[in-house]
């Protein structure tokens, strides 16, 4: 028996990474799983793997939102958990002093306005069903600051924390639970590429975290199928952590 059994699961950004990992742990857990991203080959391809529905959305677009709710629901009969994973952090999303209008606008498209979005036209199915799960993915930005500033980044993960937070409170007792879950620094390509580009990047950072390492895709995956299961039953509007200490932390080992 599965931890997600016959579970629909929509999650955006399911195109790679570790949205791409959660499609394949979530349908390994007996989930009905609709890979949906910007890119549509990418979500088709993951979505073959894994023997789910694949599409393509633009998650700041609300037309595009609505209509992948649609095409999920009319797949698999309905939707029970919204896995809002999009998002997008730009090399021109910098200081405050750097980034121009179009580069916060951009970021905030997608990571704000897109989870908002997909709030707004996802709950309603989660409704019908008698209730389900949101998960949100903030960061561990959200509760803190950095002197390596991506202003507009930042700005997007604390609003969704904080709308995660609202709409928990406000759908408890309809049976929707909505959480934000907050990773700390996560070892993909994309990270590792950028930390390299830098000499003493990944050491100036990592010597804040506990731990000393950056989390496994895995292990943030994990978080969001605990999350995505009625296992979480009683876990609402939280501030879900997974940082390996980070925002705990004021001296760390040496």
């Not at 979505?47 to 095409?71: C, I, N, R």
């Not at 036209?121 to 991506?150: D, K, M, W």
């Not at 406000?170 to 990773?183: E, H, K, M, T």
Request: overall charge negative.
């Amino acid at each position: 028996m599965g931890r997600l059994d016959d579970k629909v699961c929509v999650i955006t950004g399911a195109g790679g990474g570790m949205a791409a990992d959660a499609a394949r742990l979530f349908t390994e857990e007996g989930a009905k799983v609709v890979a949906a991203d910007v890119n549509g080959d990418a979500a088709a391809q993951v979505a073959d793997e894994v023997g789910g529905l694949g599409l393509q959305v633009d998650v700041s677009d609300a037309e595009s939102v609505q209509e992948m709710y649609k095409a999920a629901a009319a797949h698999f009969g309905g939707v029970d958990v919204l896995y809002n994973n999009a998002g997008i952090s730009p090399a021109d999303d910098d200081s405050i002093l750097e980034t121009d209008l179009d580069a916060w606008e951009r970021v905030q498209a997608v990571n704000t306005r897109g989870v908002f979005l997909c709030c707004k036209y996802g709950i309603p199915y989660l409704l019908e069903r008698g209730g389900g799960s949101v998960i949100n993915v903030a960061s561990f930005v959200a509760l803190v600051g950095a002197a390596t500033s991506q202003i507009s980044y930042t700005a997007s993960k604390g609003a969704v924390l904080s709308m995660s937070k609202e709409l928990g409170v406000q759908f408890a007792r309809q049976g929707v639970r909505v959480n934000a879950l907050c990773p700390g620094p996560v070892e993909t390509p994309l990270l590792l590429r950028i930390w390299s580009e830098t000499p003493g990047a990944a050491e100036r950072r990592l010597v804040h975290v506990p731990m000393g390492r950056m989390a496994k895709p895995r292990e943030i995956v994990n978080a969001a199928l605990f999350l995505a299961s009625d296992e979480s039953s009683y876990v609402n509007a939280a501030t879900f952590l997974v940082d390996g200490g980070l925002t705990a932390a004021y001296v760390t080992p040496e």
